[in-house]
């Protein structure tokens, strides 16, 4: 603060009020990340605001290019996931663009899988439609289809750690393999895995976002997302291409972020055994056909989830109901404790029917193509009581 705000008693009030002094922790420090929610900061010297403007990590001056809430939200989420610096965004779908639109040029291909997040996958449509960026899906499972997608032109591979709502397991370390050799970057959604159970920079990942809304954030009442960077060029690029794009985090999100993940490792933890826990039960009960858990030894993906998610299997699971179609949207409708709702990751529990929400726009021969069976219910498994999880599925597999 300089000494002429400081020394503001010769003000008139009109000009106090609008400059109050700023008080500041002497001999102690705040036990909690402080929210910084002005988005302007003041500078003693010019040279000083230039400088400001040079990279991702320099001094604070317009929210838009840094704030020091949602720089400590960026520094801890770099730190679990092993990178150099990351981007928080206002959403996931924010990091998600803005990394997209920062690294793709009109003439580039894309790599990336077949199950995506509806939201992720409409933007590589539009992307291919109006900006002329080819794509071409593949499964997760295969590096041998990714080599043969691979044309000089490849820039991106997009994966995702765990795909949506089938809880299939990619082959990061044999996918990523193939991308590095060829010099694409490759990029790796990690909502579903989360930095604790899983971290893609160590498997060769360039970046690994987060729809911090889910299990970062994880209590339903905050929009985020962010970008973690294993090269500091990348990062650069990235933040620069932000700057134009403007899908700025706001500091108060930032911060109940942060706040939410002080919690992770005891709500994942949590999430992980009581997920396992239910796709057990669910899979002896007779009105269940199938469940869809990698933490189950039946799941296609088991062994190799063994290996890259070692720690656990996620919140997540999908089952099928013999009833079909119809059984699903009465299970959902039926179930108490839990509420019908899409999102994922939070701490309350959560059931949606796809084939009738978020996959609705396929058709049943569509919806086979993509492993998702009409009466697939997938549920984001809370951190309530196990058995009360458990007592409200079973009264509402009665009713399916
Ligand atoms: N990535 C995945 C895997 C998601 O499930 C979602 C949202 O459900 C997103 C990205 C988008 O995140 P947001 O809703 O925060 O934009």
Redesign the pocket.
Known sequence: MSDFHQNNGALRPESRIVHPPLAEAVGSRPLGVPLHQGHLFAFETGDALVQAHDGPGGAFFYNRFGNPTVRSLEDAVADLEGGVGALAA???????STALLALLRTGDHVIAQRS?????FALLADLAERRGIEVTHVGGDDPAEVEAALRPNTRLLHL?TIS?PTTRVTDLPGLIAVAKRAGVVSVV?N??ATPLLCRPIEHGADIV??????YLGGHSDV???IAVFADPELHREVWRYSLELGATVDPFAAWLTLRGLQTLALRVRRHCDTALDLAGRLAAHPAVTAVHYPGLPGHPDHELARRLLPEGHGGVLAFDLAGGREAARAFTESVRLASLA????GVHSLVLHPASTSHRQLSDEELAAVGIGVGMVRMSVGIEHPEDIWADVDQALAKA
Do not use: R, V, W
């Open positions: 206002a959403s996931g779908m924010g990091a998600i995506l997040y509806g939201g992720t995702e949506n959604d909502t579903f976002i987060h729809s911090a809304t889910k929009l985020a997302g899409p999102s994922l990751g």
